[in-house]
């Protein structure tokens, strides 16, 4: 993600508000909304975003983009754990973002042909 200055819709400038606007009392990035706004400060509830939520996220945002290919949750942690194995990253430090157990499921994600090597083929 790269900061665009003077952009009202800069992706980083987003986050930040978003992070501001979360729910103290909750632990979880993803938060359930509140249904209604006594103030400004706070915009969510101190409860997680539902797991049925999050799984439609991802369609939801392809098809409001106007993507044509349909990317889930999951497609994205794949390409996560791909484009930090090809920067170098160890295993230990790649499954603390993608949650994975072992270093051996990452594997899964791994075993195809590099960008790297395809590019000194």
């Not at 501001?20 to 993803?30: A, D, H, M, P, S």
Request: aromatic share 10%.
């Amino acid at each position: 993600m790269y900061e665009v200055k003077d952009d009202v819709k800069c992706p980083v400038r987003s986050f930040i508000k978003y992070t501001t606007k979360l729910n103290k009392n909750c632990e979880y990035f993803f938060q359930r909304q509140k249904t209604t706004m006594n103030d400004d400060s706070v915009w969510y509830d101190a409860s997680p975003l539902g797991h049925n939520n999050l799984g439609g996220m991802m369609p939801a945002l392809c098809e409001k983009a106007g993507l044509v290919k349909r990317y889930t949750n999951h497609s994205l942690r794949a390409t996560t754990v791909h484009v930090l194995n090809e920067a170098d990253f160890a295993g230990r430090h790649i499954m603390s973002v993608t949650g994975h157990k072992s270093e051996n499921s990452l594997k899964t994600y791994t075993g195809f042909t590099s960008d790297r090597t395809l590019h000194n083929m």
